[in-house]
DNA sequence: ACTATATTTAACCAATTGGTTAAATTATAT
DNA sequence: ATATAATTTAACCAATTGGTTAAATATAGT
């Protein structure tokens, strides 16, 4: 392993753990067993090391999300997809939520540039294949007259915040002393996927 | 107005801007006209006074939503009422839910421990009050059989992560030159209720 | 072998910042 | 009026931390 490598899995796992602002320059070094002024060598500064994970991990829950919309299948197959495999990401990348999060709370200066990045490059745009499924389905009549834009955040949103609200979410969820966290994920894919599918059945 | 309220107003401006760790006591201090010893002489520490600030925030919140799901409305009328109303109370005060995010992005310890503080008094407990009603509703075949602690989460993620969000959202969405905010917001409010509403009709 | 270039190290620096303290000032009670 | 307690101020402190630098070491090209 590189150096470069040896840096960037380091700095991947410190932020996704910490954030920007709660990560140290010097944590990253002793984890990456090598000198803090290497850090500085190959990525300038704290900021763009940072920017430079950041696109690492938008890339890969995005790529991965983008293709369902692209596929053959009907819009109802897809959305059920789309809600069983992002909950299963999150379960694999339990910091992932709150590492976007917490860059969007810091302004998203960093997720707004990658994601403009995104769209000038045309790759892994979620949003677009999404748009242009839900009008396809929407003129075929598959599901009633939404705006897809509306939609996807819906989507997005529900899909998400759970995990985002967690710390506060299971404090009144774990008053139910036979709360299982492991079975209420799966219920909720299941919850999400009748009711927004329900909500747009023509 | 005492020194310390006017510590309390200064506080509560700059953590709703920069967050806990972006807003610096001698910030706080400046702008409530005080020498900075009195920060510590009211509050003791930086994180007392945040805590202190971020249980007003959140009572001010959760105390009016509360009370829709103690009306006699019905369900339906109630939740229509919540949607408005929640992103009203978002659109006039926008700082809120990035300020709350950025709590639980940080951990959400003070989050966690002001919620459990409310639920040991019986305060203004939204969820609470929404899953009576939900329950209620689906007993009465009012809608059909949901689990409500979903519904409710579905409910908020629907109306919160475009505002959470935004700085991606606003990326995509400004690449149409007609996008207006306010009316996008609007529209929102529509398509959470029309969507949310038919997906859980009896 | 020799030179130029790239990589690595250890020591150092300047700025920031939450918090403290001792002395000064003001308010309260007797 | 005087003692006591509460409030306020200015100066100070120690720790943290992102970043720099000059010298040392390794690598590659000729």
Redesign the interface.
């Known amino acids: 392993m590189s150096t470069e490598e040896k840096i960037l899995q380091a700095a991947m796992d410190i932020f996704l753990e910490k ?1 920007l ?2 990560t140290k320059m010097q944590e990253i070094a002793d984890k990456a067993e090598i000198n803090k002024a290497m850090l500085h060598y190959y990525f300038r500064s704290k900021e763009k090391l940072y920017a430079h994970v950041f696109e690492i991990v938008f890339k890969h829950v995005f790529e991965e999300l983008h293709q369902i919309f692209t596929s053959e299948e009907s819009f109802e197959t897809q959305v059920h997809t789309f809600v069983n495999k992002y909950i299963d990401l999150i379960k694999n990348n339990p910091r992932i939520p ?1 590492f976007i ?2 860059e ?6 960093v ?2 540039n990658t ?2 990045n995104a ?1 000038a490059a045309e790759n892994y745009m979620l ?1 677009h294949s999404f748009i242009v499924a839900a009008k396809n389905a929407v003129e075929t009549k598959q599901i009633k007259p ?2 897809p ?3 996807l ?2 989507l ?7 995990f ?6 299971s ?3 774990n ?1 139910d002393p036979s709360f299982n966290r492991e079975m ?1 994920i799966n ?2 894919k299941n ?2 996927i ?8 023509p």
Chains 1, 2 share one sequence.
């Open positions: 954030g602002h709660g709150l999060i917490r969007l709370g810091q302004g998203g200066e997720a707004a994601f403009k769209i949003p939404v705006d834009r509306h939609l955040i819906t997005l949103g529900s899909c998400v915040f759970f985002i609200a967690e710390p506060m979410i404090v009144f969820l008053n209420f219920q909720r919850e999400i009748n009711v927004l599918l329900n909500g747009i059945k």
